[in-house]
C-alpha cells in the first residue's frame, strides 16, 4: 500500500480469533479500557458499545461492535457472538508494543490458538 502521508505517523494492528470467556458488553468494555491501558494509549472517553437487535441483520452476524476513543486515534472491536470471533484493529498516531497487544487480547479473551495478527 503507497504511504500517501509519510509525514503522519500511524500504527495499525488487526488482531483476529476465537475466544473462549463469556463476552458480554461489560466483558467487552474491560477488555477496550484495560488495553489502551496496558499500551500507555490515553482514552479520552468511555467505549460506545452497539448489539443490534434480534432481527437486524443476519443471525450469524450478531454480536457486538464497539469504539473507544483514543487521544492519539482510536480502538475498534467487532465480535460475532454465535462463532466466539472476534476482529480488533488498534490503530494509533502514539507507537505500541504489537506483541503486548497481542499477548493482552489472547489472556484477556482467553482466546484459542487460532489467533492472527497483521500490521498495515
Request: charged residues 20%.
Amino acid at each position: 500500500m503507497k504511504n500517501l502521508a509519510p509525514d503522519i505517523f500511524r500504527q495499525r494492528l488487526l488482531i483476529e480469533g476465537f475466544y473462549t470467556i463469556a463476552l458480554t458488553e461489560a466483558t467487552l468494555k474491560a477488555y477496550l479500557q484495560g488495553v489502551a491501558a496496558h499500551l500507555n494509549l490515553r482514552a479520552y472517553g468511555e467505549p460506545v458499545i452497539f448489539a443490534p437487535a434480534s432481527g437486524m441483520g443476519k443471525a450469524e452476524n450478531q454480536g457486538f461492535d464497539a469504539f473507544l476513543p483514543l487521544i492519539d486515534s482510536g480502538i475498534s472491536a467487532y465480535i460475532w457472538s454465535g462463532r466466539n470471533f472476534f476482529s480488533i484493529v488498534i490503530y494509533t498516531c502514539k507507537g505500541f508494543d504489537e506483541q503486548a497487544a497481542i499477548a493482552y487480547t489472547k489472556d484477556c479473551l482467553q482466546t484459542t490458538d487460532d489467533v492472527v495478527s497483521q500490521s498495515f
